[in-house]
């Protein structure tokens, strides 16, 4: 079975440009989680969907947004881009809110 | 709220031998699961073990344990007999026992081990 899945692996932006991540979960799982991990930290809860709704938030500016699709499949939004969004961006999945969660290998965000 | 911490930011250990990494976290929750977390170079985090608070007994994964002391709220991870594939960052992760399931991480400790 394909694991959780992200795209893309790395990608450099601009400041104050937008970037959309995008993440596949697991098959059958219903909830997606994304995590940022700055160089050095450990992963920062950004947001968690179950079911197509928002279940949790972290503290996380406006600028960052996401949404999940019927298909469960999720999308983050990180507009204005600031150079301390440089990041790897983790997506997890996992059956629901009971579970464990599976991580995706990241998406590795630049910002110059 | 939830906070955890790892205060080795690195371990080093032979090859062949034992290594414990140090966790500790603070909650007022009685319900909860603790996490290990692996993240190799090439960045997957990987489950290597998770204890529920409510199980008196320390989990076991073959070469990995804990020692989970729930009144001084310590989670530290043993890794028997060193392999040079057990290099790699390690995080500890705590989430609430109900609702939602996302984590919270401790900044990490990177192993090395010396052949």
């Known amino acids: 079975d394909a694991g959780v899945t992200q795209s893309p692996t790395h990608l450099i932006k601009t400041r104050g440009q937008h970037v959309t991540l995008r993440c596949s979960p697991i098959?059958?799982?219903?909830?997606v989680s994304w995590y940022q991990q700055v160089l050095g930290q450990g992963p920062q809860f950004i947001f968690q969907y179950y079911e197509k709704e928002e279940r949790g938030r972290g503290n996380f500016p406006d600028r960052f947004s996401a949404r999940q699709f019927p298909n469960y499949s999720s999308e983050l939004n990180v507009n204005a881009l600031l150079l301390g969004d440089s990041a790897l961006y983790l997506c997890a999945s996992s059956w629901d809110l009971r579970y464990e969660q599976y991580f995706g290998p990241g998406t590795r965000l630049t910002v110059t | 709220a939830q906070t955890v911490t790892q205060s080795q930011p690195e371990m080093s250990v032979q090859e062949a031998e034992t290594v414990t990494l140090s966790c500790t976290y603070d909650?007022?929750?009685?319900?909860?699961?603790l996490f290990w977390y692996k993240q190799p170079p090439s960045r997957q985090m990987i489950l290597v073990i998770r204890q529920e608070a409510y199980k008196q007994q320390n989990a076991t994964e073959n070469r990995f344990s804990v020692n989970f002391q729930k009144a001084a709220k310590s989670f530290s991870l043993k890794i028997s007999d060193s392999q040079l594939g057990d290099a790699a960052m390690y995080f500890c992760a705590y989430r609430r026992g109900a609702g939602a399931n996302n984590l919270f991480f401790g900044t990490g400790t990177r192993l090395t081990v010396i052949p």
């Open positions: 909650t007022s929750e009685s319900d909860y699961y």
């Open positions: 098959s059958g799982h219903k909830s």
